[in-house]
């Protein structure tokens, strides 16, 4: 298997603010992992700010973004739902419900004016949000003695840095289990940097391949 572009999500929620001749848009950003737990945050934002006009959301679930919806919650049909929607999409992101809390400031933006608010109201949260980027990755694990797991471990800290990879945390028994998450290419070239840097002491062995998150900020 060879790796393969997956859509990235978010690290946690975030919030952010515009207001547009006098509406305030409030828009909450969170990663979920279903349409329920997507529900789930819809139900809270609604209650703890009852009273804002619109609660109108977009949300993309699936490690292919392949499970999507909008609702535009009173709003002028394809003003806000859809708009939000388009820029999680044009943004390329997964498993994240976006909820825009709008009170009205008594100024009328027009169609235009409410798709151009609602979209810049999700970009400007993206913008705010930590990306998590996703990829198809390989385990690479190897038993260590825990005399020299200290030693292995500051190398593959520091190979993973330059080759797209992501390091488990140890796990200690009666040795130190090191295990690597790689790109798929790149596993003979860490067993190569492996074996080279230990004398030909150290020969991993792989494991599954599977969806990893990878954070990027």
């Not at 952010?16 to 979920?32: D, G, Q, R, W």
């Not at 009852?50 to 003003?79: F, K, M, Y």
Request: with cysteine; charged share 20%.
């Amino acid at each position: 298997m060879t790796a393969r572009s997956l859509p990235s999500t978010i690290a946690a929620q975030v919030e952010h603010t515009l207001e547009i001749k006098k509406s305030v848009f409030l828009t909450h950003l969170a990663p979920v992992t279903s349409m329920d737990e997507a529900d789930t945050v819809i139900a809270r934002i609604r209650k703890e700010r009852w009273d804002a006009r619109h609660h109108c959301t977009a949300l993309v679930i699936g490690t292919h973004a392949d499970r999507q919806r909008s609702n535009d919650d009173g709003e002028p049909a394809g003003t806000a739902g859809v708009p939000m929607l388009e820029v999680l999409r044009r943004r390329e992101v997964t498993d994240v419900v976006a909820v825009v809390s709008r009170w009205f400031g008594g100024v009328l933006l027009g169609a235009g004016g409410l798709v151009r608010a609602y979209g810049s109201a999700v970009a400007a949260a993206l913008d705010a949000a930590t990306p998590v980027e996703r990829a198809f990755l390989t385990q690479l694990a190897v038993d260590v003695p825990h005399a020299d797991a200290g030693r292995v471990l500051a190398f593959l800290h520091q190979w993973v840095e330059g080759h797209d990879a992501v390091l488990d945390s140890p796990a200690y028994g009666a040795s130190a289990r090191l295990a690597v998450w790689v790109p798929p290419e790149r596993v003979p070239r860490l067993q190569a940097d492996l074996a080279a840097f230990s004398g030909g002491a150290l020969t991993p062995a792989q494991g599954p391949t599977k969806v990893v998150d990878r954070r990027l900020g």
